[in-house]
C-alpha cells in the first residue's frame, strides 16, 4: 500500500515552460537560438548541481554567445516569473495530506529560482520534507539522490510512490525499488494516482 507520494516540482507542481517566455521576451527569428543558448546549455545543468552561480553560469553563456549578450540578458531577468503554481495538481497535493499520505519534493532546481519559488509559494509548507539538487550536489536521475531521499526521511521504497514528468526519471526511481508514474500532462495527476488505487 502506497503511503508517501514524492513529487517532482517543475511541470507537475509548478509551470516551467521556458520557449513561449523566450519567444514573449525575444523576435521570432532568435527564439529558438536564445533558448538553446541558456536552457540547453551545460551552465542550466551546473546550476541545478549547485556547482555555479547564476551570475558566472550567465557571464559563461554570454562569452560563448557574445552577439547575443543582450537577449541573453533579458531572458535572465526574470525568468523565475514563469514558475507558477499548477494549481489543481497542489488542491492534489493538499489532499494527499489531509487523507493522511506523506508528501515530498525531490527536484532539479538552482539555488537561486529555489529560493524564489520557495518564498513566493506557500505550497512548500505542505511538505512532510524534500530534496533539492543544488543542495546535494546530485541531479535526477542519478541513483543516488533517489537514495538521498529514502534514508533521509527512512522511507519504504515499496510503499513510495514518485510523480515526474521525465521517463528516464522516473525509470531511474524504479530502478531503487520505488514505484513510479510518467506525468506526460499536468492534468493526469489525479487519473494517473487513482491507478494505483489512491483516490482523492
Same mark, same amino acid.
Given at each position: 500500500m502506497i503511503k508517501n507520494v514524492i513529487f517532482d516540482i517543475g511541470n507537475v507542481l509548478l509551470d516551467f515552460n521556458p520557449k513561449p517566455y523566450v519567444a514573449s521576451k525575444v523576435a521570432e527569428e532568435k527564439a529558438?537560438?536564445?533558448y538553446t543558448n541558456i536552457f540547453k546549455s551545460e551552465e542550466?545543468?551546473?546550476?541545478?548541481?549547485?556547482?555555479?552561480?547564476e551570475e558566472q553560469a550567465k557571464i559563461n553563456i554570454i562569452n560563448r554567445n557574445i552577439e547575443n549578450? #543582450? @537577449?541573453?540578458?533579458?531572458?535572465?531577468?526574470n525568468w523565475y516569473d514563469i514558475l507558477e503554481p499548477i494549481e489543481t495538481n497542489i488542491e492534489i497535493l493538499k489532499k494527499l495530506k489531509e487523507?493522511?499520505?506523506k508528501v515530498y519534493y525531490l527536484s532539479n532546481f538552482h539555488l537561486a529560482a529555489f529560493e524564489y519559488v520557495t518564498k513566493k509559494h506557500d505550497l512548500f509548507g505542505k511538505f512532510d520534507g524534500g530534496i533539492v539538487s543544488y543542495k546535494e #550536489? @546530485?541531479?535526477?536521475?542519478?541513483?543516488e539522490i533517489y537514495e538521498k531521499i529514502i534514508n533521509t526521511y527512512d522511507l519504504s521504497p515499496e510503499e513510495t510512490v514518485f510523480v515526474d514528468d521525465m521517463k528516464e526519471n522516473v525509470e531511474a526511481s524504479i530502478r531503487v525499488g520505488l514505484k513510479g508514474i510518467i506525468l506526460k500532462e499536468p492534468k493526469e495527476l489525479k487519473r494517473e494516482l487513482a491507478k494505483i488505487n489512491i483516490n482523492i
Open positions: 529558438e537560438e536564445i542550466w545543468a551546473m546550476l541545478d548541481r549547485g556547482t555555479i552561480s549578450e #543582450k @537577449l541573453i540578458n533579458l531572458v535572465f531577468e487523507n493522511g499520505y #550536489k @546530485l541531479l535526477k536521475p542519478e541513483k
